[in-house]
């Protein structure tokens, strides 16, 4: 078969089956995806957990708050650590001790802690709808 030339018609079937498997196996991956999601009421996924890692980095929540394996939450000068640890917050029944932890009262929480818990130390964290999905869905993988 070496040196033999394809025809102009087996050519196209070629090329539109090499496209189609591309195509198929494109979506096969960006359904399963590799990161972890979370999902919302129902088992609707809301976010991607990976970003929601990097997120909680780059929005500063691992100076207060301590993920094992995610930083170093600054100590006060007592040695006591200034927020909740978080390692396991996905076990916890309640979110700031007063809601039930499920992903709306999560962003509730996330949205403006000062109306959920007036006199709270959390700050409220200027953030896109996405960057809160994804901490959200990072914050569930917490076990």
């Not at 609707?44 to 909680?56: C, H, I, K, L, N």
């Amino acid at each position: 078969m070496i040196g033999t030339t394809i025809s102009s018609g087996n050519r196209f079937r070629l090329v539109a089956g090499v496209v189609l498997t591309l195509l198929l196996l494109s979506v096969v991956v960006t359904a399963c995806g590799s990161s972890g999601s979370g999902t919302g009421e129902g088992g609707t996924p809301v976010g991607d957990s990976d970003r929601g890692r990097a997120a909680f980095i780059s929005k500063a929540c691992s100076m207060c708050h301590r993920v094992e394996g995610v930083g170093q939450a600054v100590q006060d000068v007592s040695g006591a650590e200034k927020a909740p640890d978080l390692t396991h917050i996905a076990s916890v029944p309640l979110i700031a001790g007063t809601l039930e932890r499920t992903d709306e009262n999560m962003r509730a929480w996330l949205s403006d802690p000062q109306a959920v818990k007036p006199g709270t130390l959390m700050p409220k964290v200027s953030m896109t709808e996405d960057m809160m999905n994804n901490i959200i869905a990072f914050l569930s993988t917490l076990k």
